[in-house]
């Protein structure tokens, strides 16, 4: 089993930055890719960014491309999502995944493990 646990939510104004982190334990010589998701209240939960963690590829959805950052440490089997210019729209609880086949695209259904998810606000 993989767990996989989200940090670095939090409140802040439009045009700000933060940086999530979500770090995977337990079987992570099983994880292949790993991606972030977000769901805002009354909404279906959306694909944001993912990154193959052999090649490093990384895919992001278009409302955040430019603005937002995917990032991996091997090493501390950890990912992590730096946003920046940060939108009202961009609130949503943000959810981390592993994948166990390397896939790393907007698929929901194909992630096996995923985190209880961290909180961002971003007021205007």
């Known amino acids: 089993q993989v767990q996989v646990v989200e940090s670095g939510g939090g409140l802040v104004q439009a045009g700000g930055s933060l940086r999530l982190s979500c770090a995977a334990s337990?079987?992570?010589?099983?994880?292949?890719?790993m991606g972030w998701f977000r769901q805002a209240p009354g909404k279906e939960r959306e694909f944001v960014a993912g990154?193959?963690?052999?090649?490093?590829?990384?895919y992001y959805a278009h409302s955040v491309k430019g603005r937002f950052t995917i990032s991996r440490d091997n090493a501390k089997n950890t990912v992590y999502l730096q946003m920046n210019s940060l939108k009202p729209e961009d609130t949503a609880v943000y959810y981390c995944?592993?994948?166990?086949?390397?896939?790393?695209?907007?698929?929901?259904?194909?992630?096996?493990?995923w985190g209880q998810g961290t909180q961002v606000t971003v007021s205007s």
């Open positions: 995944a592993a994948d166990a086949e390397g896939y790393s695209g907007p698929r929901i259904y194909e992630y096996d493990y």
């Open positions: 990154i193959n963690w052999n090649g490093g590829s990384t």
């Open positions: 337990g079987r992570t010589d099983s994880v292949h890719a």
